[in-house]
């Protein structure tokens, strides 16, 4: 099994690190803000992360590779309340008033993960046995969400990070997860985000936080170990 090291990949043979992190049976996988509000190829798409539509197949096929070796799939995607008092018409959101500064106004913005609307439905695709978590109302999937507690019941102590955006929601889940002992693994190629700020956030992850990998590579060492 390799891993990327401030942008270099290394062998962890030799190293306690797959003891830490490769563990199917205590692992699981978590997709971040798979949804329309995001991922609409429209022009009233609310906060449009373009790059991002790329890796929905490679998320379904992952994701069904994960579910063949019993891995639970947690979908967690942001949902505001309608009458915007999450958001627009209570504590406006950090992101709201800066985002723009980098790159303009968004049409409709406003309208971004309110529930009851069609911006808050998949994109990616969601089995019956999977897990939704509803509600992350800010950058990180465990606030003010009950991920944690689904962590805990299902006794995983490991979690996949893929999905949006890898320099914002990624990067903020990966800090929440790493301060409540998780596991983290961030496979680089299921995570999009602005292109040059993907390398440095996982740089930071693999610094700080845990194990930036290829998905492929990760695949094959679970199917490894659950085959011995």
């Known amino acids: 099994?390799?891993?990327?090291f401030n942008g270099v990949k290394k062998s962890l043979a030799g190293t306690e690190l797959c003891n830490y992190y490769i563990n199917a049976t205590k692992t699981a996988v978590i997709t971040i803000d798979m949804h329309r509000g995001h991922l609409?190829?429209?022009?009233?798409?609310?906060?449009?992360?373009?790059?991002?539509?790329?890796?929905?197949?490679p998320i379904?096929?992952?994701?069904?590779?994960?579910?063949?070796?019993?891995?639970?799939?947690?979908?967690?995607?942001?949902?505001?309340?309608?009458?915007?008092?999450?958001?627009?018409?209570?504590?406006?959101?950090?992101?709201?008033?800066?985002?723009?500064?980098?790159?303009?106004?968004?049409?409709g913005s406003g309208e971004h993960a309110l529930e009851?609307?069609?911006?808050?439905?998949?994109?990616?695709?969601?089995?019956e046995k999977d897990y939704i978590v509803?509600?992350?109302?800010?950058?990180?999937?465990?606030?003010?969400?009950?991920?944690e507690l689904l962590l805990r019941n299902l006794h995983k102590e490991t979690i996949v990070l893929v999905g949006t955006m890898t320099d914002c929601c990624v990067l903020n889940t990966a800090f929440d997860g790493a301060n409540r002992d998780f596991r983290i693994i961030v496979p680089r190629d299921l995570c999009r985000g602005f292109e040059d700020l993907e390398e440095p956030?996982?740089?930071?992850?693999?610094?700080?936080?845990?194990?930036?990998?290829?998905?492929?590579?990760l695949l094959q060492a679970w199917q490894e170990q659950l085959a011995d």
Not at 40 to 57: L, Q
Request: hydrophobic share 40%.
């Open 1 to 4: 099994m390799k891993a990327y």
């Open 40 to 57: 609409d190829a429209g022009p009233d798409c609310p906060c449009p992360a373009p790059r991002a539509r790329a890796i929905i197949k």
């Open 60 to 107: 379904d096929k992952f994701t069904a590779a994960c579910r063949q070796l019993g891995m639970p799939i947690i979908h967690v995607r942001s949902v505001l309340r309608k009458d915007g008092s999450d958001d627009v018409n209570g504590n406006i959101s950090a992101w709201r008033l800066v985002f723009p500064m980098t790159v303009g106004d968004i049409a």
């Open 116 to 127: 009851g609307t069609k911006w808050t439905e998949f994109a990616i695709r969601v089995e």
């Open 134 to 147: 509803n509600g992350k109302k800010r950058l990180s999937a465990f606030y003010p969400t009950d991920l």
């Open 201 to 217: 956030a996982l740089r930071i992850i693999s610094l700080h936080l845990g194990l930036v990998v290829d998905s492929g590579d």
